[in-house]
């Protein structure tokens, strides 16, 4: 049985690791009512939305959307683990290291994370050292043809899947895996003979293909990517999603991402070979999406290395679709962007190899504004009028955003495109910008009317109004300033809510409850659920509490009668149960009518 820190050990060392003082040693804080308030030290930024909170023990970043406690702090800014992470605290607060503990339950939970993790790390030292026998040699050759040197190939860890049935497998059975782990983590395929008595089938998921490790930015292999040298298909075949691998969560080569400290914007590619090569070429920055398009946890994850994304992917009409799809992700994100526009319909590794480092270079980077315009101007033939017109029509709606300064640079250039006079395409965005649909937002939670230097945190920018009054009951409950009586468990539709509503009455800390987060997006919404929101006086927070119960009360009570209406509607007239049903719909309209009021 393995073992883990004491429970209570862990809580001292949290409660003694002081979370402000801590983090004044890497980042300048200044007071502003109850938290302290910083510039982001995980990602560059101008102006202060890093946050700590040192009654909760919590900080968080609106920008880039880090969040956590004392522990996943050290984790980040030092790059360490979690043993590292309590090492340096336990050092820092003069706490003597514990007898570590036996912990059967937490065992089964982490037993099969780090199994999958081992058989991970084990394959692609079995690839990469392949790709160097004369099983590897077609990989090699194909790697050497693309110009890479053995650094690189090291760098990234590249390897050779040999064409063999069964080479990988058979190799880490021979470790001790097990087939149940192989086929969970994505490795190996296991089929049923069909046959009675007669074992399982079983061959390797990759074979006769060029690997590409995927690492995270704590260096764990998560999964692989496949090229194929023929003409099998599909041309590149990656593992599904596991237990410890979540393809719209991460990107390829996040580790290097991470050391590279300070970039001024990551370059966001389609494929493993054109970061690979771009980075034999000295450009920083750069990974690619893992065979996806490009998704909005993706997004904030790339917001966390640099302040501004450039998508460069590949010039044909498919990457530039992709390329319109990203820029509106990256906008509901609100990470800034730019678009490098790659000429000839090549793909960056094509281009680079081409044009090489210094062309690279000079590509012009585009706003999302030249670049939607261009790739616009493209589907009409300005030499006749009705196009034209047609043409601006469409554009008024892409510049009706734009604040002053920016219409005015791009109505210059529509009058040299076109030929209309500049008042004329000053109507037309005027009218486009009536015309345009407001965003739909969240109805707001209860505030309380303040003067603010900085923001509070909010409930989640996607989250319904349900989810939101919810998220915010949960924070309000983590002040410990309301009555645990007052929440019930029946308040809260998603479970891994009701988890954190279970632990808070049962006394847990915030602090402590982010390290229940199975990953980086799960720890910034427990951290930012927790530290929302603050009041002046317990009386506001008990009031907001009333009014979030209200809205979720009220529509629980609602779906509970559309549901019990819609069965009514569907039954037969005659139907004895219905005088029953009815009865039941009139007293929850009662109900909703005294919610109401």
């Known amino acids: 049985m393995a073992s883990r820190y004491p429970a209570m050990w862990l809580d001292e060392l949290r409660s003694r690791s002081d979370i402000v003082q801590i983090i004044s040693g890497y980042v300048g804080l200044k007071k502003s009512g109850r938290k302290y308030w910083g510039l982001c030290p995980f990602h560059g930024e101008k102006t202060a939305s890093f946050s700590v909170d040192g009654e909760q023990q919590l900080y968080y970043c609106f920008g880039c959307k880090a969040g956590g406690n004392v522990f996943s702090f050290i984790m980040d800014i030092e790059r360490c683990s979690f043993h590292e992470a309590v090492e340096i605290l336990a050092d820092r607060a003069h706490i003597p290291m514990p007898e570590l503990v036996n912990d059967a339950e937490w065992e089964l939970k982490r037993t099969r994370r780090e199994r999958y993790l081992q058989a991970n790390r084990e394959a692609a030292r079995y690839y990469h050292e392949m790709l160097f026998e004369p099983g590897g040699s077609a ?59 007669e074992k399982v089938r079983y061959f390797d998921m990759f074979r006769n293909r060029a690997i590409f490790p995927i690492i995270d930015m704590y260096k764990n292999v998560l999964a692989f990517g496949g090229r194929t040298l023929g003409k099998e298909q599909p041309k590149y075949l990656n593992t599904s999603d596991t237990l410890v691998f979540n393809k719209r969560k991460g990107v390829y080569a996040a580790n290097l991402l991470r050391q590279q400290r300070h970039l001024n914007h990551v370059i966001l590619v389609e494929g493993y070979m054109d970061v690979v090569s771009l980075s034999q070429f000295g450009v920083e920055g750069v990974c690619a999406t893992l065979g996806t398009a490009l998704t909005n946890e993706q997004a904030r994850l790339l917001r966390r290395f640099a302040p501004e994304v450039y998508l460069g992917y590949d010039g044909d009409s498919a990457g530039q679709h992709a390329i319109l799809r990203g820029l509106d992700i990256l906008e509901e994100e609100d990470v800034p962007a730019r678009v490098l526009d790659f000429p000839d319909g090549l793909d960056p590794d094509e281009f680079i190899r081409r044009d090489g480092a210094e062309g690279f270079a000079a590509l012009p980077a585009l706003s999302p504004v030249s670049y939607r315009l261009l790739r616009l101007k493209e589907s009409f033939d300005l030499s006749k009028n009705e196009e034209k017109m047609n043409y601006i029509r469409k554009a008024s709606f892409i510049l009706a955003p734009l604040d002053p300064v920016g219409e005015e640079t791009y109505l210059k250039t529509l009058m040299l495109e076109t030929g209309f006079p500049h008042d004329v395409l000053k109507e037309q965005v005027d009218n486009a910008r009536k015309k345009a649909k407001p965003q739909d937002s969240v109805p707001p939670s209860p505030q309380i009317s303040r003067k603010k230097t900085f ?45 954190l509503y279970t632990a808070l009455v049962s006394g847990a800390s915030p602090s402590s409850l982010v390290d229940l987060a199975p990953d980086d997006e799960t720890r910034s919404r427990y951290t930012r659920i927790l530290m929302y929101p603050i009041a002046e006086n317990t009386d506001q927070l008990i009031d907001m509490a009333t009014q979030c119960l209200l809205r979720i009360r009220r529509s629980a009570c609602q779906k509970q009668y559309d549901a019990l209406m819609q069965q009514i509607n569907s039954m037969d007239p005659g139907d004895p149960a219905m005088i029953s049903l009815l009865r039941e719909a009139q007293e929850l309209q009662q109900k909703l009518d005294r919610m109401k009021q």
């Open 455 to 499: 923001p509070d945190a909010v409930p989640g920018k996607n989250a319904s109004p349900d989810q939101s009054a919810q998220e915010t009951l949960l924070g309000l409950l983590a002040t410990g300033q309301i009555p645990k009586d007052m929440v019930e468990e029946k308040d809260f539709e998603e479970d891994e809510l009701k988890s």
């Open 139 to 197: 990989v090699l050759a194909y790697f050497r043809r693309r110009g890479l040197s053995d650094s690189v190939i090291r760098r990234f860890g590249l390897g050779a899947a040999p064409d063999q049935w069964s080479a990988l497998t058979d190799h880490l059975l021979s470790q001790g895996f097990t087939l149940e782990e192989l086929s969970g983590v994505g490795l190996t395929v296991v089929k049923p003979t069909g046959k009675e008595g």
